[in-house]
């Protein structure tokens, strides 16, 4: 049986990558950009739930938590085609807003 697989994504490279790893996992599996299944769920192999929850509305989230100092590309990414996808209690981004300026020591300050 299959476990469930959590991504978490930091930074703005990880959450680049993370929102193409999404987009590409809902292509595969048959899931709109809103999270709603655009193919039948008859499919046994197709496991969904490895990468993603059903929601009570049954439209699928992903199993991913957002995480950036510097709200530009998290906020590309809930103002795209994808912005209902995402469970918005999982984003979090700082509140000053201005990132670490690529400073290892700031950031590292800014998360303690």
Same mark, same amino acid.
């Given at each position: 049986m299959p476990s469930e697989i959590i991504a978490i994504q930091f930074g703005q490279c990880? $959450? +680049?990558?993370?929102?193409?790893?999404? %987009?590409?996992?809902?292509? /595969?599996?048959?899931?709109?950009? $809103?999270? /709603?299944?655009? +193919?039948? *769920?008859?499919?046994? !192999? *197709?496991? !969904?739930? @490895?990468?993603? =929850? +059903?929601?009570?509305? /049954? %439209? =699928? @989230?992903?199993?991913?938590?957002? @995480?950036d100092l510097e709200p530009r590309v998290i906020n590309g990414i809930i103002t795209s *085609? =994808? %912005?209902?996808? =995402? $469970?918005?209690e999982n984003i979090f981004m700082s509140k000053s807003g201005g990132g670490a300026g690529n400073n290892f020591a700031s950031g590292y300050k800014q998360g303690r």
């Open positions: 990880g $959450n +680049q990558i993370g929102d193409a790893f999404w %987009r590409a996992l809902c292509a /595969e599996h048959g899931i709109a950009s $809103n999270g /709603e299944p655009i +193919q039948s *769920d008859l499919d046994a !192999k *197709d496991l !969904k739930r @490895v990468f993603f =929850y +059903q929601a009570d509305d /049954e %439209r =699928y @989230v992903p199993r991913a938590v957002l @995480v *085609d =994808y %912005r209902t996808l =995402y $469970n918005m």
